[in-house]
Each structure stands twice: as C-alpha cells, then as structure tokens.
C-alpha cells in the first residue's frame, strides 16, 4: 500500500469515530472560570461605597473608572493609576473604540481625523490575531503585514516602512505571548518601537496585551515596559496599551482596561466621556475584591490557571513531536505563555488540513485567519487553541490534526 494509500486509510478509521472536538477559539474551560465563581457573590449591600468613597450604584465616578480598579489592573500592566482607563467586558471595545475616534477626530497629535486623509495604513504582525484585521479592515484601514519573529514584530522592517510614509498611522500587535506564535517582545525590540523615527507626527503603537500575565513557566517573560520605554524616548504620547480580565476571570463578564500617557487619556477620556457617563462600577469592584483577596492575588490565580493549561500545551507539543518531529512537514511554536500554539505546515496545506480536520470531527481555526482578509501568502499557518477542550480531547484533536497535516501533505506531491 502506497503512504498516499496508508493515510487515508488512517484518516478515515478517525472519521468513522465519529469525533466531535474543538480547538477553534481561545476560550477558557470550565474549570478554569470555576476559579472566578466567588466573584459572582462576592459584592453585596455592604460594597455600596468603595474604600475610596464612590458609590458604585449611581453614576459619578468618572469615565476612567473606579480608584480602585485603575491601581489593581495599572500594576498589572505596569503602570500609575492616572495613566489607566478601566472599562466594561472588552479590551477590543477600547482599542476600537479609540481608533474610532482616532479616524473620526484624529488622535492627540493628528494634523487631522484620520478619515480625511487619503490613506491610512497600520502595520500588523503576521501571523496575528484576526479581530485586529477585520475591525482594522472594517473602518478602513488598510493593512500592512510585518513578520511576527521570537522578538516581537520585524524592527528592520517597522522602521523601514514608517520612516517615510506618513500615512503609516500606526502598529497593532501583542506584545506578550502573542496570538498565535506566543513570541515575546524583546528588550531591544521594545526600545526601537519606542524611538524610532517616524513620518507620521502622530504614529500610536496598539500594544493588545492581552497575555500580559498568561505565563505557563516559571521562567515569566519580562518585556520591557512600553509606556516607560515611549517617554525615555522622548515620545511619551505614542503607545496605548490593552489587557483585560477575559482569560482571567470571566471572558464575557471581565474587566477591559488601558493605559496611555495622562496627557493622552485626557485627550481620549474626554472624547469617551461624551459617549457615557462611566463604566460599569458594581462589575469592577466585583473583580478588585475578588482579585485583590485571592491568596497571591493575580499572579496566584494565574498560577492556577497554568495547571490547566500547561498539560493541555505540552499534550499538543508531545503529540506534534512524536507525529511530525524529523519528518520536514511542520514546524511549530512551544510558547512559555498565552493561549495559543501557532503551527506551519510545510507545504501550502493548511486549508486542507483544516478541511480534512473538519471531515473527522476536529474544528480548527479557519486556515488564512491568523493573516489579514483571511489570506495567507504561503497556506501555512494554523493556529491552534488547547485552553478550551479537556487534556484527553486535546490529545485526541491533536493525533488527527497530525494525521491531516501529514495526508494534506501527500495529497499535495500525488
Ligand atoms: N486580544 C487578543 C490578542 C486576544 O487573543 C483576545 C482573545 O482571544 C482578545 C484581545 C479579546 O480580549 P477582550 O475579551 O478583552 O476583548
């Protein structure tokens, strides 16, 4: 029997298994939220004023966000209180809703509203995270891709691009952990997009970092802080920084925050302010009481969440070692942090694994996702998502993922 022959005979014994598996999204599991469900009590008629004196069921308070929340999740990014912004259940709603007004207004710095500029254009990170692309793409802004390296985005080729074209707005990429390589920004990466020369006057780094405290080692990564790093260049105004408590806590019922420079938030935090009177104040203090008093505090969680993840990322890393290591047919990521493992096939295949994945019961992310309008140059990238489906059924996912990458491949030389 020819390999051709060989695997799809194997193929098809998983497919007669009638499989029903889902490596699709980064969704936590269930036992990961049933580390938050204290928070869903935790507040009561006694929490009406917090320690800073708001009362969190009427509506003063600001459009920041409470006291307490700011100082809680600004030393998770790293940052003072003042330079943070804490919302509602998304960080992807503050990061839109500021390029919203950065294309309706324009930002601090713009000489105008980035919409009546003929072109605006943002650098992404490929491959990346596919909500970036399709807002960027929904408000239009075109993209231009840069490759993702283990040092975070291709400096040589960021600066190149934004040195002179002044229609180059503007970086989105995540800094720690990133979706879906799980690279990490390096020191010297950091410093570079923070004083680099650019030709737009008003070029703002979106760090979505959304993996910020996602470690699944002992070893945490420690990039440098980008919003410490922009002002010791002398351009404190660049960044804006995201994070949330979606892997955290809850992912529909977390906590959005950002950080800029106080000047930039003014700037901002007004511009918001005429869209509400302020976040919803009971929900963050449901998470300040709930974070602050869990024994390590968010690093202590954090911990705990890392037991579940890390068999579930070392399964997928052991069963692509043992299925493809040495055959030449795939490379893949080992990250140290975040939720994903990015997986290239070596041959332009990745649909059809996806496909044959779905033949057999296994939903992947749709090949093309990780790239902006959902094309991969190469038809390679895959990313895959272990958080969600216990350890077995990743495991399980995992062997027949193996096997399509290694059918695609055949099928692809027959
Ligand atoms: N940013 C990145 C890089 C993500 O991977 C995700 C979720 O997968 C999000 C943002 C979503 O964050 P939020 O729920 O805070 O909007």
Redesign the pocket.
Same mark, same amino acid.
């Given at each position: 029997m020819s390999d051709l022959n060989a695997l799809q005979e194997q193929y098809e014994q998983y497919k007669s298994m009638g499989l029903a598996l889902n490596m699709q /999204? &980064?969704q936590p599991s269930d036992a990961d939220y049933d580390l938050s469900n204290e928070m869903l009590t935790i507040v009561d008629e006694t929490d009406v004023v917090t320690p800073s004196g708001i009362a969190i069921r009427n509506y003063p308070g600001g459009v920041a966000g409470l006291k307490e929340a700011r100082e809680l999740f600004g030393a998770m990014l790293g940052v003072k209180p003042e330079e943070m912004l804490v919302g509602n259940? $998304? +960080?992807? =709603?503050l990061m839109s809703t500021t390029l919203m007004w950065a294309m309706i207004r324009g930002l601090k710095d713009s000489p105008k509203p980035w919409s009546q500029e003929e072109t605006i254009k943002f650098i992404v990170t490929v491959p990346g995270?596919d /909500?970036?692309f399709t807002f960027l793409d929904a408000i239009g802004i075109e993209m231009v891709s840069v490759q993702m390296t283990s040092d975070g985005p291709d400096m040589d080729a960021v600066e190149a691009l934004v040195a002179n074209d002044a229609s180059i707005k503007g970086i989105a990429f995540?800094p720690t952990y990133?979706?879906p390589t799980g690279d990490t920004v390096s020191h010297e990466t950091v410093k570079r997009l923070a004083s680099m020369k650019t030709a737009a006057p008003d070029f703002t780094i979106f760090a979505?970092d $959304?993996?910020i405290v996602h470690h699944l080692t002992d070893d945490p990564a420690k990039p440098l802080n980008l919003l410490r790093a922009c002002e010791a260049a002398g351009n404190p105004d660049r960044v804006y920084l995201?994070? +949330?408590t +979606? =892997?955290i806590t809850f992912?529909s019922a977390?906590i &959005?925050f950002m950080a800029t420079s106080v000047t930039n938030l003014a700037y901002i935090g007004k511009l918001m302010g005429t869209q509400f009177i302020g976040p919803n104040k009971i929900e963050q203090y449901r998470h300040v009481k709930f974070l602050n008093n869990y024994p390590g505090g968010i690093d202590g969680i954090m911990r705990e969440h890392a037991n579940y993840l890390k068999p579930k990322f070392d399964v997928v890393v052991d069963v692509l070692t043992e299925q493809l290591g040495g055959t030449g047919l795939a490379t893949w990521t080992n990250p140290k942090g975040g939720?994903?493992i990015s997986l290239d096939t070596a041959k332009p295949v990745a649909d059809r694994v996806v496909e044959l994945a779905k033949g057999a019961g296994v939903a992947l992310t749709p090949a093309g996702a990780t790239y902006p309008h959902k094309k991969d140059p190469n038809n390679a990238n895959i990313r895959l998502s272990p958080s969600r489906p216990p350890v077995e059924e990743v495991a399980q996912a995992m062997q027949v993922v193996a096997v399509c990458v290694k059918l695609a491949s055949a099928e692809y030389d027959a």
């Open positions: /999204r &980064g259940n $998304a +960080s992807l =709603k995270y /909500r970036h995540v990133s979706n979505d $959304a993996y995201f994070g +949330s +979606s =892997k992912a977390g &959005g939720y994903f």
